[in-house]
């Protein structure tokens, strides 16, 4: 008697989501199916890995990935250009981080400006994250959204606090949103349903619900992904059905085994391939939960997880 590979089918799909424009968009989402598993369903598209870049040059990123940027990392545009040409970049997730009040505090109208002169250097799609403070982000991203009209962004992230302003702006200038709730399938499904009321087409949304690194938390943000991702495939439930997006790198390259010195934690093997290793199983984590849109920042960890990705497809 042959063996029959037991097969799970589910009557909810993930939405599909594109973004950037021209001959570089790219499309995430489309499954039918749990992460990788093909064999019960369709899964049309990889996961998809930004490149991170700053708008300033990162004075909070341990050495061992600071330094795989210190040639390039003064200038965003020229940032921008060397992970398309060189590293052979996907998509660049700009994050505005000197508009925040305690970063430099810089206005929406010189964010605008950075983003147009990004833009403007390179040709594949551009993710567009303000600095993560609630009330600056509302002004930003309006401006950003304006400032990118018409090239299908990715801007974020809406919270609670802000949505209604930056949902308005998306919605304006036809860009795809990330909307951003604390590891909470509950605040997550309620925070998209409120967008969503605004008018905003749940195909334009992207749902974050927030990441945490290897050893500090992991575990229950697995559990939160992998939660939402069964809520919109078996319960078919529609407001659970975007894209899931991971902001990877900004969660890894602060915990302590990313940069702790050798001669503090000798056990624990050289620095720059700690680091490397703890983005790249946080990320590998992420894929496996039902992460669609990843942002990373160490080139080979983001090489791994690209290997991985094909071999797993």
Known sequence: MSFVVPKESFNGKVLSVDFGAGDKSLVIGGDSALPFLAFEGEIPNKPVIAHEIQDC??????????????????????????????????????????????????????????????LAAVN????????????????????????????????????????????????????????MSELDINLAKQLNILITQMGFDKEKLITDPMCSALGYGLEYTYSVMERI????????????????????????????ETVAEENEVPDWGTLAERGVAWETLT???????????????????????????????
């Open 57 to 118: 040059a990162p004075d909070d990123w341990p050495e061992t990935v600071r330094n795989e940027y210190k040639d390039v990392s003064g200038d965003p545009v020229t940032w921008a250009k060397h992970c398309q040409d060189q590293l052979n970049a996907k998509a660049i997730a700009l994050r505005l981080v000197s508009t925040h009040p305690d970063r430099g505090d810089r206005s929406a109208e010189e964010a605008s400006q950075t983003i147009k002169d990004v």
């Open 124 to 179: 594949i799609p551009l993710i567009i994250l303000g600095s993560n403070h609630i009330e600056k982000d509302a002004s930003v991203l309006v401006s950003a959204a304006e400032a990118a009209s018409g090239q299908n962004c990715v801007i974020g992230k809406a919270q609670e606090g802000n949505y209604k302003t930056i949902v308005a702006a998306a919605l304006a200038h036809n860009h795809k949103l990330i909307a």
């Open 229 to 256: 991702r069964l809520a919109g495939l078996a319960q078919n439930d529609p407001t659970m059905q975007p894209p899931i997006f991971g902001d990877v790198g900004m969660y890894v390259w602060k915990v302590k």
């Open 283 to 313: 990320a590998t984590s992420m894929i496996l939960s039902g992460t669609n849109l990843l942002v990373m920042r160490h080139p080979r960890a983001i090489e791994n997880i690209e290997k991985t990705v094909d071999e797993l497809v």
